[in-house]
């Protein structure tokens, strides 16, 4: 999203396998929100250049990346907002990211609420290098 930001939210489910999601915010409102009591779903490539990241806001960007995991779905992979806030909850079983690279970060979460890390399921080293 170059400006304008991102928000899904409600009792509906989301499914996003193999996705990057980018945000290039112009203001301080261009946000990413994620949320809702539906299954969220949500995967990063596993190939390429990008692979492993699934959130990714510009580096001087402060503005907030909200994650929060409802129902039984699962959000994997890397969150990077070096100089963003991470707001990242979960609960009822959800799996909420595998890596998170960012200025601050709240987690908040009840039941099962889980960070999944893998190997396999994050940015490597090498890429995190690039955007740095």
Known sequence: MDGGGFSFSGTGSLSALGVLIVNAPQSNSDTV?????GAINLSPMTTGLYQGLSLWQTRASTNTLTVSGGGSGSVTGTFYAQHGTL???GSGGSSVG??????DVTLSGNGNFGITWSPTAVA?????QLVE
């Open 33 to 37: 929100s994620i949320t809702g009591t």
């Open 98 to 103: 595998s890596q998170y690279i960012s200025w």
């Open 87 to 89: 707001k990242v909850s």
């Open 124 to 128: 490597p080293e090498k890429l995190l």
